[in-house]
């Protein structure tokens, strides 16, 4: 079975669902102060573009772009159903968070994500992603790492 991604409303059961596992998995890794979640309001504004990754129909990931006001966005709420791992939900999400960055036109890609979370790291790094000092209202925290990648027009 194939694996579609594409641009969709966040307000629905199985986008819900993820965030709600996102939100607890969060939780279970870092204090509060240390969880920079955006709650699904946030996620409905016209700033961002939210993606989601279906599989035989069922959804099994998503994730945001918002778009930052500087000509750069962030990568929000990425997440992937837990029992759909394996079938490269992760990579696909970002090859799709990449090309829509590059339709509307930013500069660069940036995210914060955390050091308990080696898999989501290595992902990034295998795109391209390098760490860069805090950016926008993030400020220094040792659970967080920020990470930046430049686009090509």
């Not at 969060?26 to 102060?33: D, I, V």
């Not at 709420?77 to 509307?104: K, N, T, Y």
């Not at 036109?105 to 955390?114: D, H, M, P």
């Not at 308990?116 to 993030?138: H, K, M, N, T, V």
């Amino acid at each position: 079975m194939s694996v579609s991604v594409a641009r969709e409303l966040p307000r629905q059961p199985g986008v819900l669902r993820l965030l709600t596992q996102s939100d607890a998995y969060m939780a279970s890794l870092y204090p509060a102060e240390s969880n920079h979640l955006v709650d699904v309001s946030s996620l409905e504004r016209p700033e961002v573009s939210f993606l989601v990754a279906r599989h035989a129909g069922e959804i099994v990931g998503c994730c945001a772009l918002v778009a930052s006001g500087d000509g750069t966005a962030e990568i929000k709420r990425l997440f992937v159903d837990p029992a759909a791992r394996g079938l490269s939900i992760g990579r696909l999400l970002m090859e799709a968070i990449e090309e829509e960055g590059r339709r509307l036109g930013f500069s660069a890609i940036r995210l914060e994500t955390g050091t308990l979370q080696p898999e989501a790291i290595g992902l990034y790094r295998r795109f391209g992603y390098l760490e860069i000092a805090p950016f926008g209202s993030y400020r220094p925290d040792p659970l967080s790492l920020f990470m930046e990648k430049r686009l090509s027009t």
